[in-house]
C-alpha cells in the first residue's frame, strides 16, 4: 500500500484499495440525494449556485434517476468508525441507450480526494458502459479538467478531444468543457 501523502500538513490515508464501486439500488437513492447536496455545494461558487427557500441546493435533475437510460454509481470503503460501508463519492451516467453515454454528476468526498478513489470510480463507470462519451466540466472547475483530462487519456488512450461549448441560455457566465471520446 502507498504511503499516505501529505495534504495541508495533514496525513491522508491511501484508499483506493479499499474501495469497491456498486451500482444504486432502489433504496439507495435517498443516498445519492444527500450527497447531491454536497456535490451541488462544492459548485456552488463556480456556477454562483444558492440553496434554495427549504435549504438545499437544486436537485430536479435526480428526477430522472435511475431510467433505462440513467443510472447511478456509488464508491464505498470502511468508514474509519464503523467499519461499515459507507459512501465516499458518486457517478450518475446517462444516455446509456442513446449514442453517447454522458457523465451527468460526480462527486468524491474532500476527505477521499487525491487517494486515488475518484480514479477508480470514473475508469470503474466508464469501463461499464461501452461506446463514446462525454464529460463536462465548468470553465473555472480547474481541478475537475486536470482530473478528467488524466482519466480521458487512460480511459480512451489518443481517442478523445477537448473544447468549450457556450452554457444553453446562459451568455453570461464562461463556456464549458467538453472532453469526449471518439
Known amino acids: 500500500m502507498p504511503a499516505a501523502s501529505q495534504e495541508s500538513g495533514r496525513a ?24 447531491w447536496q454536497a456535490y451541488r455545494h462544492d459548485l456552488a461558487a463556480l456556477v454562483n449556485g444558492l440553496p434554495y427557500a427549504d435549504g438545499r441546493y437544486q436537485h430536479r435533475q435526480l428526477s430522472r434517476f435511475p431510467s433505462v437510460d440513467a443510472a447511478g454509481y456509488l464508491a464505498l470503503r470502511p468508514h474509519p468508525n464503523t467499519g461499515e460501508d459507507a459512501p465516499i463519492g458518486f457517478a450518475v451516467v446517462d444516455g446509456l441507450e442513446g449514442e453517447r453515454r454522458s457523465v451527468a454528476a460526480f462527486w468524491v468526498a474532500p476527505a477521499a480526494r487525491r487517494t486515488g478513489a475518484g480514479r477508480m470510480l470514473a475508469l470503474d463507470v466508464l469501463a461499464r458502459h461501452p461506446g463514446p462519451w462525454s464529460v463536462t466540466f465548468q470553465h473555472g472547475n480547474t481541478d475537475a479538467g486536470t482530473f478528467w483530462r488524466q482519466i480521458a487519456d ?29
Open 12 to 35: 491522508r490515508a491511501p484508499l483506493a484499495s479499499n474501495v469497491t464501486v456498486v451500482p444504486v439500488t432502489d433504496d439507495q437513492w435517498d443516498t445519492i440525494a444527500w450527497l
Open 154 to 182: 487512460v480511459a480512451f488512450g489518443s481517442g478523445w478531444s477537448e473544447e468549450e461549448r457556450p452554457v444553453p441560455g446562459r451568455p453570461e457566465v464562461p463556456s464549458d468543457h467538453w472532453i469526449e471520446s471518439i
